[in-house]
């Protein structure tokens, strides 16, 4: 069974910093490219980053690039993400999810079942 | 920045066939996706690559394709249908997501 395993979130201060983890299990980690999203509470969905199956190649979005740095280790099955000069339209549920290439494109399945980061003070 | 453009609310009742669309320019060339996202769950890729469905999607999900509009279509809705349905695309190496589309099925 696939299973994507997000840690990390919590309450932080505007400014502060936080790193998230995503343990994944039931594929073969090392031969997907992954991603972040979030979603604001009450909110829809944003792409935050993407990253490659080797890591040597990273995505942002544009509201984090320059704060936000992904990573990934693969000998460990886990993605992370690490989150800088936090702001409070940061609060969101942060979502791993697998990236599946093909034909030029791709898209994410499945999902990891979130964790939330607040920032306020 | 490329935008995704969905209706914010859609009604159906059950038994009944549903479409929700997405425009973007040149969407057709973005092989754009469906996600599924019910109340206090994870969202669920339903539709990739504009028309195929994972396995484990019903067949009454189907997706297709017009130029600059994506259509995601359920046919014979159920109530366990009822849920946000996002459109996604990626552009310059960057992901898209619509607004998303709330379902409704009365």
């Known amino acids: 069974e696939v299973q994507l395993l997000e840690s990390g979130g919590g309450l932080v201060q505007p400014g502060g910093s936080l790193r998230l983890s995503c343990v994944v299990s039931g594929f073969t980690f090392s031969a997907y490219a992954m991603s972040w999203v979030r979603q604001a509470p009450g909110k829809g969905l944003e792409w935050v980053s993407s990253i490659s199956v080797g890591g040597g190649t990273t995505y942002y979005a544009d509201s984090v690039k320059g704060r936000f740095t992904i990573s990934r280790d693969n000998s460990k099955n886990t993605l992370y993400l690490q989150m800088n000069s936090l702001r409070a339209e940061d609060t969101a549920v942060y979502y791993c999810?697998?990236?599946?290439?093909?034909?030029?494109?791709?898209?994410?399945?499945?999902w990891g079942q979130g964790t939330l980061v607040t920032v306020s003070s | 920045s490329y935008e995704l453009t969905q209706p914010p609310s859609v009604s159906v009742s059950p038994g009944q066939t549903v479409s929700i669309t997405c425009s973007g320019d040149?969407?057709?060339?973005?092989?754009g996706c469906w996600y599924q996202q019910k109340p206090g769950q994870s969202p669920v890729l339903v539709i990739y690559?504009?028309?195929k469905r994972p396995s484990g999607i019903p067949e009454r999900f189907s997706g297709s394709n017009s130029g600059n509009t994506a259509t995601l279509t359920i046919s014979g809705t159920r109530t366990m249908d009822e849920a946000d349905y996002y459109c996604q695309a990626w552009d310059s190496s960057t992901g898209v997501f619509g607004g998303g589309t709330k379902l409704t099925v009365l």
């Open positions: 690559q504009h028309t």
């Open positions: 040149k969407l057709g060339d973005k092989y």
């Open positions: 999810a697998k990236t599946i290439e093909g034909g030029g494109h791709s898209w994410f399945d499945p």
